[in-house]
Structure formats: structure tokens, C-alpha cells
């Protein structure tokens, strides 16, 4: 994993870390909630997608548009705000605007100080929004059209969440995941210390951690899902704008809660956010020689000529792949949903 996106992950876990020991049943037990959630998706056309650095992977139409998902969650002392959104990364210039837009509404009720941004990861997004060298080559540049439909969606969530803001209760509850994900560098995990291993029942995290967010009348208002897994189901190939394994999630969750509210426009908000997903991949199958089917695992090339070695799987194609993965994680926080299954942190 590179450097930026180790400093990444290991904010968003400290951030997490914060919350749930925020939420934790010492502090007080009394919160107001709010949840928001606002369309992100962008240009869908002619924009390269930001993931795979790959110049050719240009966006041709939609599988899945992409949402920003916000939680306000305040217990009478202070506020803290976390939004998740569907796109390969969150940069400071997005976080920046984003703060601007909600001091000219909310003054200093949101700053640097209690809004969290985190980004699924999803590879299968525009770019050019970073507006850093690095990551906006492969778009040659800053496409202002990715930057507003991004900045514009997490504010507007924003903006929903704090105006659906009731007194409501929070739960926490655990559950195993198997068969959604592997490691994509198990050789890599293996030269750890045998005494650091023997700690862990996986070479990946197969847990996932659910946080309820419950009205006062007992009304489900949303849920925060965070399960580690890449959102990479969607393929280099793919020129499909999508939130991926983890949106499509999202989709399926709150398809269930809000009935027949379209996608994005009922008041149950669902998120499975980023977390421990560095080295972790939803193509069960493993890295395979694109002719062979040889396993290549060791040291991902292949002896044939121009012949690729690449991860796929559970699914036919990627779609399925995507369906399956997506599944999975729905069906356990759909299960883990059951307050009878969970800790209350009221």
C-alpha cells in the first residue's frame, strides 16, 4: 500500500476509533440524530475513473450512480458529523469546500474539527478532483465537473441530515462475514512474525461492525456498516460509472427500509463505509494466468506470452461478482439490524 493511502486508512480508523468511543455507553445517553443522503454521481461520460490509473477507462454510461451519505449525531455537548461517499478518495480541496459551503449556512457549527469525510474506494468513479499531480494525471488534469457534483452531494447530505435532526438512541452490534473477501498479497502476510499472526483467525478482518441509528419512537432512521473489503468487483475494464460492491449494498439496504422510495430519496440511510481494506480483495477466486487459469499468486506474472495475471470472482463476471459481494454484506446487516442481536449504547 503506498504512503498516502496508509496515512488515509489509519486516520479513518483513529476517526472510527473516536467515534465508537465517543458513543461508548460511559458518555451520556441521550443523543439527537440526523441523516442525509444526496446524489455525487458526476460526469458520466469521457471522464477517466480514479482507481485504477488507467487512461483508457474512461466512463461510457452508469451501472450505479454514486451518493453521499451523512450522519449527524450530537449528545447535547458536541456535534460531530460523518459522511460517507462514494468515490475512490477524498481530497483536502473537496473537504475544504465542502467546510465553506456549511460556514456560510451553519457558521462554526461544522468545521475541520467535527466533520469526517471517508470514501468507499469504489474504483469505478470519475476523477479529477484531487487537484494533486499524482493523482489527477491519469485525467490530465482537474474536471470541474467531478469536483461540484461531489462537493455539492456531501454538503446537500449534510444539509438533509441536520435538518432531520430527532432525539434517538444508538446501537452497536458484530457480526462474521465469510467467502466476501480475501487477501490479495497472502505470500506478503505471511512473512509477518508467527507470534503476530497467531493473534488472528484470518490473514483478512471478517468482521463487520454496525452502528443503529434508532428514533426515539422506535423508528429506524439509518445505519453505518464498516466491513473490510476492496471495492473492486468492478474491474480495470469496466467503463460503467458504479459505487461497486459497497454501494450496491447500500442500494439493497435501503431499497428494503424506505419500500418504494426511489434510490437516494427515502429518509433510511444506509452506509457501508471504508475501513481496514488495504490488502484485502472481493475476487475470491484469486489472481489466475488469463489463458491457463494457472495460479499466480507468487509472483502475479504469467509464462505465457502478453498473458495477464488478474483476480476475479465469486461471480461469471464482474456484475454478478459485484451482486454476490454486495449480497453478502446486505443479508448480515440486514440480520444485524435485529436490536434483540445488538448493544445498546443509550
Not at 103 to 111: A, D, H, P, R
Not at 121 to 128: A, E, L
Amino acid at each position: 500500500m503506498d504512503t498516502n493511502r496508509l496515512r488515509f486508512h489509519s486516520t479513518s480508523v483513529l476517526w472510527i476509533a473516536f467515534l465508537l468511543f465517543a458513543l461508548s455507553p460511559g458518555c451520556l445517553a441521550s443523543y439527537s440524530i440526523g441523516v442525509g443522503i444526496a446524489d455525487t454521481t458526476g460526469p458520466s461520460a469521457e471522464v477517466v475513473f480514479m482507481g485504477y490509473a488507467k487512461i483508457e477507462q474512461k466512463g461510457a454510461g452508469i451501472h450505479l450512480r454514486t451518493f453521499s451519505r451523512a450522519f449527524v449525531i450530537d449528545d447535547g455537548e458536541e456535534r460531530f458529523v460523518f459522511v460517507s461517499i462514494d468515490s475512490a478518495m477524498v481530497g483536502n480541496e473537496i473537504r475544504k469546500a465542502v467546510l465553506r459551503k456549511l460556514q456560510s449556512q451553519y457558521g462554526n457549527l461544522y468545521t475541520e474539527k467535527n466533520v469526517m469525510i471517508s470514501s468507499t474506494h469504489t474504483h469505478s468513479s470519475p476523477g479529477g478532483f484531487m487537484m494533486d499531480v499524482l493523482f489527477d494525471l491519469p485525467t490530465f488534469g482537474f474536471v470541474k465537473e467531478t469536483f461540484n457534483a461531489i462537493v455539492n452531494g456531501i454538503t446537500r447530505s449534510i444539509e438533509r441530515a441536520h435538518n432531520a435532526v430527532i432525539p434517538g438512541r444508538i446501537f452497536i452490534a458484530r457480526g462474521e462475514i465469510l467467502g466476501a473477501n480475501i487477501n490479495r498479497s497472502p505470500l506478503a502476510y505471511l512473512s509477518n512474525p508467527e507470534v503476530e499472526r497467531e493473534k488472528y483467525k484470518y490473514d483478512v478482518d471478517k468482521t463487520m461492525t454496525q452502528l443503529q441509528f434508532v428514533g426515539a419512537n422506535n423508528q429506524p432512521l439509518g445505519v453505518i456498516n464498516w466491513f473490510a473489503v476492496h471495492p473492486t468487483s468492478m474491474n480495470n475494464t469496466n467503463r460503467l460509472v458504479s459505487s461497486d460492491n459497497v454501494g450496491y449494498a447500500s442500494v439493497l439496504f435501503e431499497k428494503m427500509m424506505n419500500k418504494k422510495s426511489l434510490i437516494g430519496k427515502g429518509p433510511f440511510v444506509a452506509a457501508f463505509a471504508s475501513t481496514n481494506l488495504g490488502d484485502v480483495s472481493p475476487n475470491t477466486r484469486g489472481p489466475k494466468c488469463e489463458f491457463s487459469g494457472m495460479d499466480c499468486s507468487e509472483q502475479y506474472t504469467c509464462p505465457g506470452k502478453k498473458e495477464m495475471c488478474f483476480a476475479s470472482g465469486p461471480g461469471k463476471d464482474m456484475f454478478e461478482s459485484t451482486s454476490i459481494i454486495a449480497r453478502k454484506m446486505f443479508n448480515k446487516a440486514a440480520v444485524s439490524k435485529n436490536l434483540n442481536n445488538s448493544i445498546s449504547l443509550l
